[in-house]
């Protein structure tokens, strides 16, 4: 029996708010049933979207407690350290976690094994030789610049390295099971099993008897990200090779060509969206960055719809360029700037109502982030006003565009930070964040209108230009 939402509202409703509800769960009925490409997309991004809200829920009571639990100042001191540990994780993957997003469906479209073969044993291997010599010279330049770097940091850092290896590599297998559509397996390892297991870990931890600090919080981090990604490449690995017997062909030029601008792209895309918070921790003491952190974590609802809507189109979007419906892209381009835009207004505005209560089960002090949020909601808002641009450059080989649109952007960011947290605090940071985005924005909608003719901008004509198309 299938689920029909016009059904529901027609049972559960009163007669004219079923009325009212019913072109809508109509609208949601044919997009849950659609076997067409924009079927298949907008099922991912809801699907993403529901999830990351359900991570949303166990990543803020994770950060809670461990507010609660550690107190301001040990709690800042964790989430600079784990801040920079996922952000060089995801650098570590080179790229390769997203160019596997192209690379998939394009062999399977042409019905190339070995190269798919090729591609999804060559990326783990990649992946996890890399980074960890990424952990191994981390851990040799802390060595040397221990003399330079607050006490406080110098344990949690060195621990925090040793799951950068299993961070990049369950990277990219996120990267494999968003190019097969495996909504589930995308989201399920770091945004659910993580976060559970991190809080079980820390209950564990804490019902011993260990200290609340940073470091019993980055140890459950530890053991956490290690039993998230095996589980990963158990599940993930084994069905994303299942069928395969062909010998495999490696490609490590190609891959190279095409991954190392992605890698720029998403190395500048991490840090820029991380930046203020690197800043702030190295211009002002932990408790500011907790408070600064949390106004961050309260935002994460607005995020979100952004993550599920790019989660969903950019294979979608590789399918639609390999195919050559240049047409069918460009209409599908513009319905995920819809796609993304007015829900995160509307999750904005329920951001602004219900923040400062929010920031209060932090502990005491953290209300003090809810002025911030104003100019932050800002900032992610108008960034949604141009949906996944970022993606859409990306998969149609326009890659090395987005890299100096995020390089441009991230220097203005880190700048803009320099000049303003020593001056203005955390308000500093808020304004040079929302600066930063609203020219990152801007400059993302041109290139992709210069490149492709497409108008990737919520309020501008839909009307493609022909001879860029």
Known sequence: MRFSAATTAERLLPGRLAARARPWAERFDT??????????????????FLARIVNAAIAFLSQVLLARYMGGFEYGI?????????????????????????????????????????????????????????AALGALGIWFLQGWIESYYVVPFYLSLVCLPM???GDQLEGVARANSW?????????????????????????????????????????????????????????????????????????????????????FFFLLTNAD?????????????????????????????????????????????HSG???????????????????????????????????????????AGYPLLFLLVVAIVCRSAVGPAEALLTMSGHQNACAAVYAATLAINIGLNILLIPALGLWGAALATTVAVLFEAAMLSLTVWRRLGIAMAVFLPATPRKEAL
């Open 183 to 267: 909504a589930l397996w995308a989201m399920a390892p770091a945004y659910f099993m993580r976060p559970l297991l991190i809080l079980v870990f820390l209950w564990a931890g804490y019902a011993a008897g260990y200290t609340p600090n940073a470091t019993t919080a980055m140890v459950a981090a530890i053991l956490a990200t290690y039993a998230t990604t095996l589980v990963q490449l158990a599940v993930v690995g084994t069905r994303a090779e299942r069928g395969l017997k062909e010998r495999p062909r490696f490609l490590p030029r190609y891959w190279a060509a095409v991954s190392l601008p992605i890698f720029l792209v998403e190395g």
């Open 31 to 48: 997009l849950m049933r659609s076997p067409d490409a924009r079927g298949e997309a907008g099922r991912m991004t809801i699907i993403v």
């Open 78 to 134: 964790f989430v600079l350290v784990w801040v920079t540990v996922i952000i060089l994780g995801s650098i570590s993957c080179l790229g390769l976690d997203t160019s596997v997003i192209r690379f998939i469906p394009e062999y399977r479209a042409r019905g190339q094994m070995a190269e798919l073969r090729g591609i999804l044993i060559a990326g783990r291997l990649f992946v996890l030789l890399f980074s960890s010599a990424c």
């Open 277 to 321: 918070v690197l800043m702030v921790g190295r211009f002002l003491p932990p408790t500011d960055v907790a408070v600064y952190y949390a106004a961050v974590k309260t935002l994460a609802l607005v995020h979100f719809v952004s993550f599920a809507v790019k989660a969903g189109a950019a294979q979608r979007y590789a399918a639609f360029l």
């Open 325 to 367: 419906e240049t047409a069918a892209l460009a209409r599908f381009a513009r319905e995920t700037v819809s796609w993304s835009f007015w829900p995160s207004l509307a999750m904005g505005l329920v951001v602004l109502l219900l923040g400062k209560p929010i920031l209060m089960l932090f502990g005491p002090g953290f209300e």
């Open 167 to 169: 961070i990049a590599l």
